[in-house]
Nanobody, 125 residues
């Protein structure tokens, strides 16, 4: 079992930056491939970024590529999402998720086994 807790969300102006974190507890963190998703009001949950167990493989949605960076620190059991050049359309609840396996950066929510409660990110224009 893995417990995930997001933090670091907040209100930021367009063009600004924010870093959200996901702290994991329970099962060995380095055993899990991880991902970030987001959900805006009235919309489906969408993939943002994913990372394998070592951090050596990452993948991004086209909408955030070049602006967002996913990373992890296995010694701290924490995953990060650095968000730069934020746009109002990035406004959403951001969720971290973990898979039971180490490998595979995947985009479908159904491929993830554990989820955090989410953290709100609001970008004002």
């Amino acid at each position: 079992q893995v417990q995930l807790v997001e933090s670091g969300g907040g209100l930021v102006q367009a063009g600004g930056s924010l870093r959200v974190s996901c702290a994991a507890s329970g099962r060995t963190f380095s055993s899990n491939a991880m991902g970030w998703f987001r959900q805006a009001p009235g919309k489906e949950r969408e993939f943002v970024a994913a990372i394998n167990w070592s951090g050596g493989s990452t993948y991004y949605a086209d909408s955030v590529k070049g602006r967002f960076t996913i990373s992890r620190d296995n010694a701290k059991n924490t995953m990060y999402l650095q968000m730069n050049s934020l746009k109002p359309e990035d406004t959403a609840v951001y969720y971290c998720a973990a898979r039971r396996v180490r490998f595979g950066v995947v985009v479908t929510p159904m491929s993830y086994d554990y989820w955090g409660q989410g953290t709100q990110v609001t970008v004002s224009s």
